[in-house]
């Protein structure tokens, strides 16, 4: 899985591209796993990322991921993916699927169950100019389509909400452990923060900005910083209320590569409804 944790939700992504070691000519999708789920909800999320700038043939331009989730516990959510990729050339192809769990942990205000109603840049129940919202554990397998689950590998860290103040930050952290012979774990990030900006057409919008990266082999024979993909920029967050329980939170950010192995720009658009 080479995809980032969302501002304000992703990880599993960015991660597919670092298990595959994928450099700049591999598209990618960006999301932030936010430590949030409600006891038998469902989640339908659609990500996407384009690659700006010049793609040569046979590279990938595009980058795309469906999702569904399901909470059977107040305490954990487990979810089914699939990647896609459009090539340049050579039209599209799915890439890898993905089994992702996140486990709540019993810490901070939201604690277990801490659900629906608490989107991007939304007010918390926290007291103090500091507060702790919810955290949690993100375990995740990917098994590329090309060379199976032996390609594959898996990635654990904590996911975690706070407040500062009117900010939202939402952090991940993973180690990746690839099953491939020779390949060494490696590490990710997803952070983001965002404040909100008000409401218009029946929705509340946030602003804020997300930053995504790893260090792959960094617990073996690391790789030089510059030849690691590290990405940040400014997005845009909306939620709205569809009644009898659903929600729909779409998320737009353009995300510009800090080093030679990143790409030069992507535009990240993702979709996500609950229900």
């Known amino acids: 899985m080479r995809r ?68 059977p516990f107040e305490f954990w959510k487990t979810t089914i993916a699939f ?16 089994w992702e769990n996140l486990f709540l942990l019993p810490l901070g205000h939201g604690g277990h169950g801490h659900g629906h109603g608490d989107g991007h840049g939304h007010a918390h129940d926290g007291d103090g100019f500091f507060s702790l919202e919810a955290v949690g554990l993100f375990v995740g397998l990917e098994v ?36 491939e012979n020779g390949e060494d774990p490696g590490l990710a990030y997803g952070i983001g923060a965002s404040v909100p900006v008000g409401s218009a057409g029946g929705g509340s919008f946030a602003v804020g900005a997300e930053a995504f990266g790893g260090a ?17 920029g400014p997005a845009l967050y909306g939620a709205f209320d569809l009644g009898d329980g659903r ?17 030069d720009a992507v535009i990240s658009f993702n979709i996500e409804t609950k229900f």
Not at 42 to 59: K, Q, S, Y
Not at 86 to 97: F, P, Q
Request: charged share 20%.
């Open 4 to 71: 980032p944790i969302a501002a304000i939700t992703a990880l599993p992504a960015f991660m597919a591209a670092v298990l595959a070691g994928a450099g700049p000519a591999s598209a990618q999708v960006f999301e932030l796993v936010h430590p949030e789920l409600e006891e038998g909800g469902f989640e339908v999320e659609i990500l996407n990322g384009f690659t700006l700038g010049g793609v040569a043939p046979g590279d990938e331009r595009t980058a795309h991921e469906v999702a569904v989730a399901y909470a």
């Open 83 to 98: 990647e896609f990729v459009s090539i340049r050339g050579d039209g599209g192809a799915v890439e890898a699927m993905e």
């Open 144 to 179: 590329p389509k090309e060379g199976g689950i032996g390609a594959g590998g898996v990635e654990i860290g904590p996911v975690a909400e706070f407040t500062l103040g009117p900010v939202t930050t939402v952090a991940n952290l993973a180690v990746e452990i690839p099953f």
């Open 216 to 232: 792959e082999g960094l617990f073996g024979d690391t790789v030089p910083l510059d030849q690691n993909s590290h990405v940040i």
């Open 247 to 263: 929600e729909l939170e779409p998320r737009l950010a353009v995300l510009f590569g800090l080093t030679d192995a990143s790409p």
